[in-house]
């Protein structure tokens, strides 16, 4: 029974955690550990100490789960808004489309990567550069749009997504 609580406690998860959450969960292991040091030898305890450790568990899942669901309702609205800001702006360059495909948040919602599909993608590296080294205009532009439902925008940071270029050449080579 005791190394069952053990295997348990150790099954928390506590990688990519929140910094105030996974603190709350390492130290209630460590309330944990020092209760079963001393009472080991009571099955009562045990059953106890085991019903603790699933519920503790049920309960950071859940918290998890609510911070997944934020993440995922901001990087969606930072995505729609970036997608605006970039098809406002490439109006101007004829020729060129940068379309937003995907966006990820932090879990401290404090960085913002968002991955540009360009065409041509010819001009995709030139393109990245010279929304890089206007990186803030677009977030002061991004602020202006989301300033009612974010408290602090996050910081931009803004990659390549040459996944339709993959694609292109896996069809290619499959043609041959």
């Known amino acids: 029974m005791f190394m069952a609580v053990q295997v348990e406690c150790a099954n928390l998860d506590l990688k990519n955690e929140n910094v105030h959450i996974r603190q709350e969960k390492l130290s209630f292991l460590n309330k944990l550990r020092c209760i079963l040091s001393e009472r080991h030898k009571n099955s009562?305890?045990?059953?106890?100490?085991?019903?603790?450790?699933?519920?503790a568990r049920i309960l950071f899942e859940n918290i998890k789960t609510m911070q997944e669901k934020r993440q995922n309702r901001i990087a969606r609205l930072l995505q729609k808004e970036l997608s605006l800001i970039f098809q406002s702006q490439t109006r101007m360059m004829h020729g060129v489309i940068a379309s937003v495909t995907r966006c990820r948040i932090s879990p401290d919602l404090s960085v913002c990567t968002a991955y540009l599909s360009i065409f041509p993608s010819e001009r995709g590296e030139e393109i990245i550069k010279n929304i890089t080294a206007n990186e803030?205009?677009?977030?002061?532009?991004?602020?202006?749009?989301?300033?009612?439902?974010?408290r602090i925008i996050p910081e931009l940071r803004f990659f390549l997504d040459d996944s339709l270029d993959y694609i292109e050449h896996i069809d290619e080579l499959l043609k041959k």
Do not use: H, M, P
């Open 44 to 55: 009562f305890y045990f059953a106890l100490l085991s019903f603790c450790c699933i519920f």
């Open 136 to 150: 803030k205009t677009v977030r002061y532009e991004l602020g202006t749009r989301v300033r009612n439902q974010l």
